[in-house]
């Protein structure tokens, strides 16, 4: 078991090497890399990412400790850029969508700050980041839930469409293993 649990460090190294986090499973690592390196699905990004979840520009996205993408079917645009702290769960079926067409000229895009996540943030099942947002730190976006602007205090659950502040939250608890 501790020989599997070498190789498959070295070969995450080897297909990561930028990319710090190893507290995936081994055979989810084995499983993307085979369809990341071998089979050219995500090929250009460089952590592990789902089969069926999409990256577009992944060199403006700065991934954080977890893997942008790890979910199943999740769409992550990163063209205006992406900026994602330490400790941000991204789960199933997420948009972070950073760049939107202009209104009267659907053949051009609107330039606007990255989207930044602040630290230990959650954003839960089919929710929807737009671009220009910043979620502060400890933030949890409700599954479904559109977040169309930002909200940077923090300690907060968002929920509906438009996104809105349902409910304040204590200070994150980290735990150090």
Same mark, same amino acid.
């Given at each position: 078991?501790?020989?599997?649990? /070498? ?22 690592? /084995? ?63 997420? $948009?972070?969508? $950073? ?22 943030? /959650? ?28 909200? $940077? ?15 304040? /939250? ?8």
């Amino acid at each position: 078991m501790r020989l599997l649990k /070498l190789i498959v460090g070295i070969i995450f190294k080897l297909a990561y090497p930028h990319f710090k986090n190893k507290e995936y499973q081994n055979r989810n690592i /084995l499983k993307f890399i085979f369809m990341q390196k071998f089979l050219c699905i995500n090929r250009r990004v460089p952590w592990p990412v789902h089969f069926t979840s999409q990256i577009n520009t992944p060199e403006k996205i700065t991934p954080g400790s977890k893997a942008p993408g790890y979910s199943i079917g999740c769409y992550i645009d990163g063209r205006n850029g992406i900026i994602i702290e330490e400790n941000v769960w991204i789960g199933p079926r997420v $948009s972070i969508i $950073s760049m939107n067409h202009q209104a009267d000229n659907y053949n051009k895009y609107v330039i606007t700050n990255p989207i930044v996540i602040r630290k230990n943030c /959650l954003l839960t099942t089919n929710c929807i980041i737009l671009p220009g947002v910043e979620l502060g730190e400890h933030t949890i976006v409700a599954a479904g839930a559109v977040v169309t602007k930002s909200f $940077s205090e923090g300690n907060q659950v968002l929920a509906g469409n438009p996104a809105r502040v349902i409910k304040k /939250l204590n200070e994150y608890k980290s735990t150090i293993l």
